[in-house]
């Protein structure tokens, strides 16, 4: 049985202050979960004010990006030390975002989640199609050529370490969601290729999120394919009321 994981990703938004004030609201929706692992990934400052709030709620706070150097004169760059010494426990690696608006490449997604790992942080690897790769047939050699430039150099050990987050990039703050079904199928293809470069072992024991307008409204649906193990929340994890119908719902 594969453990749910429900991870909100508030990419930039929210000041120390504003994540007090959610986590106030949230922790007084949700009820100290036991069926899934929550993860919440606020911008870098308002980290320390994350790891305090939920310090006693069993909920894992999360960056949205690392540097893979320990440290050095790398302006703007925050490696994976100083991201455990603030409190995370896991980090996103290879967004889409960072793909499309910061230059990530398959490569940098190898060298930050190896980085990630050697300091016993968690990786949640983003892979995903975009639009006219979904509809010139691209989809599989597209998540083929993500896992296999971003995570084939795992060593299986490390590999059982991770997460791995399936975002359609067309579905990506725009209220498009991929049906369950959709979403099931491209899982199950990460999956296979899982299995492929490791063992069936690894494969059906690793954890897939499925990410792109997640929403209280949809959440269901997508839990009940068994492909489909958490989701990866933007939009609606700002918010605490609707953050905590997702945990609630799954
Ligand atoms: P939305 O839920 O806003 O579509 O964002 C998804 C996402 O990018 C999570 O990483």
Redesign the pocket.
């Known amino acids: 049985m594969r453990r749910p994981v429900i991870a909100g990703?508030w990419k930039m938004y929210k000041t120390a202050n504003e994540t007090r004030a959610f986590f106030r609201a949230f922790l007084s929706e949700v009820s100290r979960p036991t069926h899934c692992d929550i993860l919440v990934a606020p911008p870098f400052p308002a980290l320390p004010v994350a790891v305090e709030c939920t310090r006693d709620f069993g909920i894992g706070i999360a960056a949205q990006n690392l540097y893979w150097e320990p440290e050095g004169a790398f302006t703007g760059e925050v490696s994976a030390r100083m991201l455990v010494d603030a409190g995370c426990r896991a980090v996103i690696v290879g967004?889409s975002e960072r793909r499309q608006f910061f230059g990530e490449t398959d490569e940098s997604v190898e060298r930050k989640t190896k980085a990630a790992l050697d300091s016993g942080l968690t990786p949640i690897v983003c892979v995903g199609e975009l639009l006219s790769e979904r509809e010139s047939h691209l989809t599989e050699a597209v998540l083929k050529g993500q896992f296999e430039g971003g995570l084939a150099a795992l060593t299986p050990a490390e590999f059982s370490r991770i997460l791995i987050?399936y975002?359609p990039v067309w579905?990506?703050?725009t209220g498009r969601t991929a049906t369950p079904e959709i979403a099931a199928e491209a899982h199950r293809y990460i999956r296979s290729l899982a299995a492929a470069r490791f063992t069936s072992e690894h494969a059906s024991a690793l954890r897939i999120l499925y990410?792109?307008?997640?929403k209280p409204e949809n959440i269901k649906g997508l839990m009940l394919q068994k492909e489909i193990d958490g989701a990866?929340?933007?939009?609606?994890s700002l918010e605490p009321k609707s953050f905590a119908a997702i945990v609630n719902n799954w």
């Not at 990410?211 to 997640?214: A, H, K, N, P, T």
């Not at 990866?232 to 609606?236: C, H, I, Y």
Request: charged letters at 5%.
């Open positions: 990703n967004h987050a975002e579905a990506i703050g990410g792109g307008s997640v990866l929340v933007g939009g609606a």
